[in-house]
């Protein structure tokens, strides 16, 4: 018992869960108090039983069950987190409770489904519930249903969703169970109680007596509109509202209230949708078409079916209503009812699928059909359409057209055509109310205002609102849509509202359930019109209709408000007294109240006689004053000011009264608005004949319009009048025309241009220049006609918008030509045609089309999917041809190209992909004219751009992302589907194609400016995680430079410049400020100063500090200095253009945004007009600029170098113009300019250098000889300020050109730099460089060719034969070219390195005249850019005295010199004497110098060598101190780039002192391990500071990167380290350090130098295992990246390093490894390779001379075979197996037949050596293959003559490729590093693969020295071998130390070069290096035996 009741004790929760029934009876009781007790529902305690609330309703024990239940609600009522529980639960309720037999378990399970819906959570509850449905059990079944039922009937249709439930009633019906069937007959009662009628058409189909009895039930249920009787937790508000009206007794009206809440249900939403197209037959489309039917009744019929059509589709039928609506209004010419009956039910139901907004322009177009019935139809559909409207759907820009219409049509002779005008015009009265109509009706008579009124009174409208606006007085009841149909006056009314049946039904609840509209009415009358009249007065709109008053009625008003004396003299004769009355009517105007004022008598006292004919000045004066006054101070209608603009215009040319007349006017268009005054007063003035008041109204208009702004304004009614002016005689008018014409430039743009391109010429062009002057410009903000009428409080708000409704106002007033008419369907077969030719025809008809038009309309038929065809076309002109044409469309379609955005506008974005370059620039140039029209909205909706983004075509994607990268800064508010781009723009980052990945991270900190960092980072969740790591650190980088979402503008102005200064010029102070105060602001951000140009208005309107310098600036005009020194201007720009802030100037053409940038970064500091001078559209404008700054270029010396980057921007602008004067006169300026830099001893930035020679480059290719001579003189003096060896890369770029002049002009002039510079300008490295220009000996141009094999020479003549290994393998027929050439030239090498030597001092005695210059730094510099300073050692008086020996190999030297220095300082120079001293490292030199990284421009070469060349050095702290220093200079950004060129020669200093730790430091007892640590530290935080610059990284040469991962990895493996307390930190770091060196090294260099390494570890005995494990995990880790990397790695390389690796281990060898693991990693990288390359792997062996040595060939050639085999079924392994099987099979069979052969050839006389040497191959390439059966039977003789053979073969091909060893030197050395005078270099490789031992290479050594005839006995003695290197290094990759020795050996072979030229060339094969005689020998051996007691003693 006691453990029964263990249970007590434990918790509540834990009670829940326990296995005993009681106890879980227990725990449910105690948690049903719990929450009972619990008052705060959000209370921490509820979440305690989240998890267990589904165990409360499915206990397995009825009993507890039910008390779970009850917890189970109670929970549920009251917890906030319940909600999260109700899937489970509901799920649990369902199939454990309601097959439950207990009908109180049912109910409690009912209980908690309501109370689920209650909280909310209806959707999720009834979805479970219709699971339920499903289940096989009926009793859930019923209990489901019943459970629906009773929420239903509880909450109302609006919480139970109606459509889902319809949906499974039929089946419901069909059940074989009664109990179910009853249920769904109670539930569909319970639906129909809610819905209606909308229930039967679902219901149709069941059986027809449950039909029956379902509509006797139907029958039985009360009419009343159903309510609910239980609300959801948020409208329980309302129920307690609803409580206290009933308590109230306010019954009735509570019932009209709740009306509102039911929602009407429309039977349509409860249909399935059905597939009808494929019911069609084929042939349908021909046979219908409205339009072109002839027939009457198949017109009828075509229109009912689209009434089916639209009905059915509804909304998604609105995209082709533009289609059809035109072609149904034309039909309604038909005569016959039942036709017009049709056409109107179909129009009708199409109306309702779209708005009136889309089908306007289309309407409008046919109401000026010359038809009566089309007309009166055509109105009579916008009434019925009116109907339809509120006053929100109808504003007033779409009012404004139809009225303007319908005004038309009311005065048609047709009396039909009227009467519906009247009808229409009336119905938008009703709609919108009179005050927003009324402006449209001012010119209306009365009669026909009252005509109008009276319709209006009619109408019903659908949305029920009962008659007129005196809304006031009568109750607001809405009426429902079927009491609006039948109370409808006239039978045509009630069968318009109610044919289209669904329509009213599911529209008039749209505004019910919202009462405030309605409400909002009568307040609205009081203050200013909400209902669309944006700013008028608030008053104004009762009498802006003012009847006109007789002549009478006048004089009586006038005589109550004026003294009579007053209108007595108005007409006397005497002048005087006209003025006294006058001065009497002024005083009364000024005093009177503005209602009492009598606007209208007044004018016309002021207008009777005399009138405007009084011939005083100054009673015109004063009467034109007063007109100007009643204007403003009364309320002054349109009526009023027709009485007295006649008059007004015929004064305003007047001398005297002119002024006076304007005034008037702009008083007048203050009150009637501006674009009505200026119709009136433009009509009137045109029809005089003056010429003077026709200009002078044209120049008020100009200036009207800029106080008024341009709203408003009708473009169209102008243009005429202008036309006329424009032909007028007298000049004045014309220049008053076109200054007008400027003003409207302003505010509509290019597009005004267009009205006059049929002009004459000479107009046209002064029509341009205005237009010229007015561009840049903004208008100005508008002073008049916005103040005055914002008195009302509720027009401030509405005021704001009004200058955004004139700019889109200004595209609607272009008159637009309807051109679907011309688009027949001839011309859309002929673009579609498959001949060329005919498409091009159709293409160009076309065009002509839209040429004609000019602005058309936006339906032009089917001329989208047309065109959409040929952007396709193969033949790319005529896609050309198409993109021009959509440019054109743009332009001609203006905004409403938008609705062709989506299938249009996207096929263009695809043309981006197109591999030719001239054609995505043709369509990046149509996107552009699109996206101009309409914005970036469309293009970014949807998933389509996403789609193309997808896309993977590098092409698509770089131009895509470039566009994407322009347009998204300027987008103010963010696209929705901006995301979907995201993760296509992640894989674009890691695309395979580099300029793609540039693009994705260019566009990355805009998207990220619109979608935020957090957005984009989660967005990267998707991604695998190596990529996600990348992509988060490019975003990293991105949020630095992510620039800020560009603010309105509007807001922004009125603020900082005095409200009235356009946007344009606001912060354009602030950088002026700077200059001028000197002070250190923050500088504007660049991006937004690019937007906003600089005008001297804006600076003077800033503050005090500015003004006097403009206008000092003004009165000096062009006296001055031309360049303002800034100080830090220049740093601040390359700060800015590196972090991203401004645009780098990069590109191949230049685009706007870069000109504007230059303008404003050259506003601080270029003088204006200069600036103007610069910028001008006019070339001749440049030439003067150019001749200016040519005059000023030595008095402004600093202001030039100050300006030297924008100076040079400039000048490449110059060179993409065509004209060749400025560029003739830009390249002369250029010339100076250098010449002035040189002798200021200046060095040109990177960047400068690298914005302008490309540029500069671009002109060598000019077909002019003046022009590529100048640029070849320019490039020729950049070289004395800027290093040659950095020119090198960018000429080297510019022979890839596609222009051939310029790939022969480059090649030349790199001939020239090596001529002059010697090999060490050759950049990346001279065999690099040399490889490529060797490319261009085979070019197709002769120029070209002769110019590559012209540099090649030159290099030859400099460099002699190791030419031929530098250029790698060229074809048979360029290399006898190369030879011929070489013989030709006259030079011979020997000549060479003297002619060098001498030429190299002279010019930099001639340059570094005076080297100390402040700007320099060190004396070294000048020599330093003459890549002196690498072949020095960084000691500038050794220049002179360099010997020849060192002048030989000039590439290699760089590595070395550091290493020299320090480890042997004295053996530069050669005083072999000295060397038996020990030697000691010079300090105090060391010490002397302590160069300093701080200013770049003295960071010379030299000081960077002799840093690095402290790296290695012996003292620790020395090396710290370096190292530092060297880490300062890589973490800054904008320094790292001076080390370039030095990193080689860094990373060995790098690894010669971690060896140096390793050997000597760690064994010495004496050093603190602290300090060691420390040392380690600063190398490895060097390496990783390094190994982040990408660009450096990847300088390091393989041999380096080998030396660099053995000292790295050994480090790793050091256990001494391990036990130091730091050294688990230095190991993580080396381990980070290794990944960091592999991930951002050049990959083939990485890549090359791990398979070296293995090989070497693999062959060293001395080797740990875990050391080649090491650097075999490298390797895996290299085969990782491979897919992302194989496009950058040179594969040619990569396997010829695994072939030589193959051939020193062959398969069999590696099998006897301990470990399998170098085999299968040498599998897996081959596997790899295989798969990502395919069958083309096998081109990439073309380094390997042998391929039959190793068993690489077969190999690759067994995976490809397998992978086209395979299936994918079988493993690698299996298939490795089968096919090593197949080959023994085959190999069986023919061996014996072979080697039959050969011995027979080994038996023959003749054949004897040709069989040795193919039992020799044979023996090689099967290793395992056994010939002893062969020999067997042979003689003993035989036998061993055969081993004997097969040995001297061996011998003389290992030789072939053997060195002799000399101490020291790893066994295998370089070959390619010795030059020899023979141009093969042979392969050498380990063949035979033993573990090769010291001995057996002295073995051979003395063997071939014995050949050579040398002596062998000083070998004895020699000290042991010991190397530097613990291991032999690999053939083809040099080590650093190998570099050393290399050079020992050229020094000997340059000696005896000459005398020993005619050696035996197989000596000279067999022996490598050793071409030399026995003197030579002995002093080599001499110099060896030094070097050796120098490393002994430094040991």
């Known amino acids: 018992m006691g453990d029964d009741s263990e249970w007590v004790k434990l918790p509540v929760d834990q009670k829940c869960e326990h296995k005993l029934w009681k106890a879980r009876l227990s725990g449910y009781e105690e948690a049903l108090k719990i929450f009972q007790k619990i008052k705060d529902e959000k209370s921490p305690e509820w979440s305690k039983f989240l998890g267990l609330i589904k165990k409360f309703v499915t206990d397995s024990n009825a009993v507890v069950q039910l008390k779970g239940l009850e917890a189970a609600l109670v929970y549920v009522e009251n917890a906030h987190v319940a909600g999260k529980t109700t899937a489970e639960v509901v799920s649990g309720v369902v199939s454990k409770v309601f097959n439950q037999p207990k009908a109180k378990a049912k109910e409690l399970g009912i209980e908690i489904c309501l109370m689920y819906i209650e909280i909310e959570k209806g959707e999720a509850v009834q979805e479970e519930l219709l699971k339920g449905l499903d289940n096989k059990n009926p009793k859930i079944i019923v209990a489901c249903i019943e459970t629906l039922r009773k929420a239903l009937s509880e909450f109302g249709s609006k919480i139970i969703l109606l459509k889902p439930i319809i949906k499974v009633l039929p089946k419901l019906f069909e059940s074989r169970e009664k109990a179910v069937r009853d249920e769904a007959k109670l539930i569909a009662v319970e639906i129909y109680r809610w819905i209606r009628d909308a229930l039967r058409p679902p219901l149709q189909s069941i059986n027809s007596v449950q039909l029956k009895e379902l509509e006797e039930e139907w029958v039985k249920l009360p009419t009343g509109a159903p309510k609910p009787s239980r609300f959801l937790r948020s409208q329980q508000e309302l129920e307690a509202k609803l409580e206290q009206q009933q308590s109230a007794g306010g019954d009735a009206e509570g019932g009209g209230d709740d009306g509102d809440e039911v929602p009407q249900i429309d039977a349509y939403e409860l249909l399935e949708a059905v597939e009808i197209l494929s019911k069609l037959p084929k042939d349908f489309y021909d046979k219908i078409v409205v339009g072109k039917d002839t027939n009457v009744m198949l017109v009828a019929l075509a229109a009912k079916c689209l009434t089916g059509l639209a009905v059915g589709l509804r909304k998604k039928f609105g995209q082709y209503a533009g289609h059809v609506v035109p072609t149904i209004l034309e039909k309604f010419k038909e005569k016959k009812p039942q036709v017009v009956q049709a056409l109107q039910e179909a129009i009708d139901a199409i109306f309702l699928t779209t708005t009136l907004q889309n089908i306007s322009e289309d309407v409008l177009a046919v109401m000026d059909n010359k038809n009566p019935t089309i007309k009166q139809q055509t109105s009579l559909f916008i009434a019925r359409s009116f109907r339809h409207c509120t006053a929100s759907t109808l504003p007033k820009s779409l009012l404004k057209p139809f009225c303007a219409a319908l005004l038309k049509h009311i005065n048609d002779s047709a009396p039909e055509v009227r009467d519906a005008a009247f009808e229409a015009l009336g119905t938008a009265l009703k709609v919108v109310g009179e005050k927003a109509v009324n402006p449209f009706l001012a010119d209306v008579d009365k009669l026909k205002l009252d005509k109008i009124k009276e319709c209006s009174e009619k109408v019903e409208l659908v949305h029920g609102k009962k008659a007129g606006l005196a809304a006031d007085k009568k109750e607001f009841k809405p009426v429902p849509g079927r009491a609006a149909a039948s109370g409808a006056t006239g039978d045509k009314d009630t069968k318009d509202i109610s044919a289209p049946k669904p329509g009213p039904l599911k529209k008039a609840p749209a505004t019910k359930p919202g009462g405030p509209p309605k409400k909002g009415k009568p307040a609205a009358l009081g203050g200013a019109g909400s209902t669309g009249t944006k700013n008028k007065k608030g008053l104004e709109t009762k009498e802006i209709v003012e009847p006109e008053l007789s002549i009478e009625v006048c004089e009586e008003k006038a005589s109550a408000v004026l003294p009579a004396t007053c209108i007595q003299l108005l007409d006397s004769s005497n002048w005087k007294e006209r003025l006294a009355c006058m001065e009497e009517f002024q005083k009364a105007v000024e005093l009177m109240d503005r209602t009492e004022m009598p606007c209208q008598a007044l004018v016309r006292m002021l207008a009777k006689k005399p009138g405007w004919k009084e011939t005083n000045f100054q009673v015109m004066q004063m009467k034109l004053h007063i007109v100007a006054l009643i204007a403003q101070k009364g309320n002054f209608s349109k009526t009023s000011a027709q009485i007295v603009l006649d008059g007004l215009v015929d004064k305003i040319g007047d001398v005297k009264c002119g002024n006076n007349a304007k005034e008037a006017m702009t008083a007048i268009a203050e009150a009637c608005m501006l674009p009505w005054t200026a119709e009136q007063v433009m009509s009137m003035a045109f029809l005089q004949k003056n010429p003077k008041n026709q200009s002078e109204t044209l120049n008020w208009l100009s200036n009207a319009i800029k106080e008024f702004g341009f709203s408003g304004l009708n473009v169209k009614a102008f243009i005429s009048n202008v036309k006329t002016a424009l032909a007028a005689t007298n000049p004045a008018v014309r220049t008053s025309a076109i200054t007008l014409l400027g003003v409207m430039y302003l505010y509509v743009g290019p597009s005004l241009r267009m009205f006059f391109e049929d002009e004459k010429p000479a107009l046209l062009s002064q029509i341009d220049a205005e237009f010229e002057k007015m561009q840049g410009q903004n208008p100005p903000a508008p002073t008049r006609g916005i103040s005055k009428h914002s008195t009302s409080g509720t027009d401030e708000g509405e005021d704001g918008d009004e200058p955004d409704d004139g700019g889109n106002d200004v595209v609607d007033l272009l008159p637009r030509t309807e051109i679907s008419d011309k688009i027949t369907s001839e011309l859309v077969s002929k673009i579609g045609d498959k001949n060329w030719k005919i498409r091009k025809e159709g293409l160009d008809e076309v065009a002509g089309i839209i040429n004609e038009a000019k602005f058309i309309q936006p339906n032009i038929g089917e001329l989208p999917t047309a065109l959409k065809g040929r952007l396709n076309d193969s033949n790319k002109i005529l896609v050309q041809q198409t993109l021009n044409i959509l440019q054109q469309l743009a332009v001609a379609m203006g905004p409403n190209i938008k609705q062709h955005v989506k299938n249009l506008g996207i096929s263009i974005i695809t043309v981006l992909g197109d591999s030719k370059n001239n054609v995505r620039a043709a369509a990046l140039a149509t996107v552009n004219a699109w996206a101009e029209q309409t914005g970036m909205k469309e293009w970014l909706e949807g998933e389509d751009l996403s789609e193309e983004l997808k896309k993977e075509n590098p092409f698509l994607r770089q131009e895509l992302l470039g566009w994407l990268a322009e347009k998204l800064p300027t987008l103010r508010s963010t696209p929705t589907d901006l995301i979907l781009c995201v993760p296509h723009l992640y894989s674009c980052l890691e695309d395979r194609n580099g300029d793609v990945r540039k693009k994705a991270q260019d566009a990355l900190p805009f998207f990220m400016m619109h979608l935020g960092y957090e957005k984009m980072a989660k967005a990267t969740g998707k991604l695998k995680p190596t990529s996600k790591d990348q992509v988060l650190a490019m975003l990293e980088k991105a949020k630095a430079n992510m620039p800020a979402k560009p603010t309105a503008p509007a807001k922004a102005t009125s603020k900082s410049v005095g409200g009235s200064a356009p946007a344009k010029f606001q912060p354009a102070s602030a950088p002026v400020e700077d200059s001028v105060s000197g002070t250190v602001e923050p500088k504007p951000d660049p991006k937004k100063a690019k937007a906003l140009g600089v005008s001297s208005k804006a600076k003077t309107a800033q503050g005090k500090k500015v003004p006097s310098k403009t206008s000092l600036k003004e009165d000096e005009d062009k006296s001055g200095p031309i360049f303002i020194v800034v100080p830090n201007g220049k740093e601040q720009r390359m700060k800015d253009e590196k972090g991203l802030k401004v645009l780098k100037w990069n590109f191949t053409t230049p685009r706007d945004e870069y000109i504007e940038q230059l303008k404003t970064q050259m506003s601080s500091c270029v003088a204006k007009w200069l600036q103007d001078e610069m910028f001008h559209s006019d070339f001749q404008h440049h030439n003067k600029a150019l001749a200016v700054m040519v005059d000023h270029l030595e008095s402004e010396k600093e202001g030039v170098i100050g300006c030297l980057d924008l100076i040079l921007k400039w000048l490449t602008l110059r060179f993409f113009d065509t004209n060749t004067s400025v560029l003739m006169k830009a390249l002369e300026y250029l010339k100076l300019l250098f010449t002035l830099l040189s002798e200021e001893e200046y060095h040109l930035t990177e960047n400068e250098a690298s914005s302008f020679i490309p540029y500069l480059i671009l002109k060598v290719g000019e077909p002019k000889d003046v022009i590529r001579k100048d640029v070849r003189a320019i490039l020729n003096r950049m070289c004395l300020v800027y290093p040659a060896s950095k020119m090198f890369p960018f000429i080297m770029e510019g022979t890839k050109s596609k222009n051939s002049k310029q790939r022969a002009e480059c090649l030349e002039e790199l001939g020239c730099l090596v001529e002059s510079y010697g090999m060490n300008v050759c950049q990346p490295t001279p065999g690099k460089a040399l490889k490529e220009i060797a490319i261009h000996i085979g070019d197709r141009d002769n120029a070209v060719r002769n110019a590559a094999l012209n540099t090649i020479v030159t290099v030859y003549n400099v460099h002699g034969d190791q030419v031929f290994k530098l250029i790698g393998t060229l074809s048979e027929k360029d290399m006898s070219m190369l030879e011929e050439r070489i013989k030709r030239s006259a030079k011979r090498p020997s000549a060479a390195p003297v002619k060098q030597v001498e030429e190299k001092p002279q010019r930099t005695q001639s340059i570094s005249s005076n080297t100390n210059m402040l ?65 000691l490292i010079p300090e105090p030199k060391i010490r002397a110098v302590s160069p300093h990284f701080d200013d770049m421009h003295s960071n010379t070469a030299s000081t960077i060598n002799f840093i690095i060349s402290q790296v290695a050095s012996g003292d620790i702290n020395t090396s710290i101190q370096a190292l530092t220093q060297i880490d300062e200079v890589l973490r800054q950004e904008d320094k790292a780039e001076a080390m370039s060129g030095h990193i080689d020669q ?155 690796f193959m051939k020193v ?50 190999h690759l050639c067994r995976m490809m075979k397998h992978s086209m085999d395979q299936t994918g079924s079988k493993s690698d392994k299996e298939t490795e197996k089968g096919a090593s099987r197949i080959d023994e099979k085959s190999s069986k069979a023919k061996v014996n037949d072979f080697l039959a052969e050969i011995f027979k050839k080994i038996g023959s006389k003749e054949n004897t050596k040709e069989g040795l040497a193919e039992l020799y191959e044979y023996k090689k390439k099967y290793s395992d293959a056994d010939i002893e059966p062969f020999l067997k039977n042979s003689s003993q003789f035989f036998q061993s003559y055969v081993e004997r053979g097969l040995r001297v073969i061996e011998m003389e091909r290992e030789g072939k490729g053997r060195i002799p060893i000399s101490t020291g030197i790893s066994p295998q050395m370089e070959v390619t590093c010795v030059p020899t005078p023979t141009s093969t270099v042979s392969s050498i490789g380990n063949t035979n693969g033993e573990e090769v031992g010291p001995s057996v290479y002295l073995e051979r050594l003395k063997i071939l020295r014995q050949r050579c005839g040398l002596d062998n006995t000083k070998q004895d003695d020699r000290p042991p071998l010991t190397s530097l290197l613990s291991k032999p290094a690999v053939p083809t990759v040099a080590s650093s130390t190998d570099m050393l020795h290399s050079k020992l050996s050229q020094l000997r072979e340059s000696r005896e070069q000459h005398q020993h030229s005619d050696l035996d060339s197989n000596q000279t094969h067999s022996s490598g290096t050793m071409t030399t005689s026995s003197s030579s020998t002995a002093n080599i051996d001499d110099l060896k035996k030094r070097l050796e007691r120098i490393k002994s003693s430094r040991k």
């Not at 480090?1611 to 050294?1623: A, F, Q, V, W, Y």
């Not at 081959?1726 to 690489?1752: Q, V």
């Open 1705 to 1754: 281990f062959p398969k069999e060898k590696l099998k006897q490894c301990k470990s399998e693991f170098p085999i299968r990693t040498l599998k897996t990288l081959l596997h790899t390779l295989c798969k990502l390359k395919g069958p083309k792997i096998l081109d990439h062996l073309t380094m390997i001379d042998n391929k039959n040595e190793s068993e690489l060939e077969a």
């Open 1415 to 1479: 700007r320099k730094g060190p004396a070294e510099d000048m020599s330093s850019r003459l890549n002196q300073a690498r072949s020095m050692s960084g000691h500038p008086e050794a220049a002179q005295m360099v010997r020849r020996e060192f002048q030989l190999d000039l590439d290699e030297i760089e590595n070395d010199n550091g290493t020299v220095r320090c480890e042997m300082p004295e053996l530069v120079q050669h005083k072999l004497d000295d060397i038996f001293e020990p030697v």
């Open 1546 to 1700: 860094f990373l060995i200093a790098t690894f010669m002192q971690l060896r140096l730790i390793y050997n000597t430091h760690m064994a010495d007892e004496k050093l603190e391990k602290d300090e060691i640590i420390k040392l380690y530290s600063c190398i490895i935080g060097n390496m990783i500071s390094l190994f982040q610059i990408e660009s450096l990284a990847r300088e390091a040469s393989t041999g380096v990167l080998k030396d660099l991962m053995h000292g790295l990895i050994t480090l790793m493996l050091d256990s001494r380290i391990e036990d130091l307390e730091e050294g688990q930190q230095v190991i993580r770091s080396v381990n980070l350090l290794v990944v960091k060196v592999l991930e951002k090294s050049d990959q083939t260099n990485i890549l090359s130098a791990l398979l070296v390494l293995l090989q070497d570890s693999l062959l060293a005995t001395a080797s740990s295992p875990k050391f080649s494990e090491l650097v075999m995990k490298c390797l895996w880790r290299m085969v990782r990246l491979l897919p992302d990397t194989i496009n950058s790695i040179n594969l040619d390389r990569i396997l010829l390093d695994i072939h030589i």
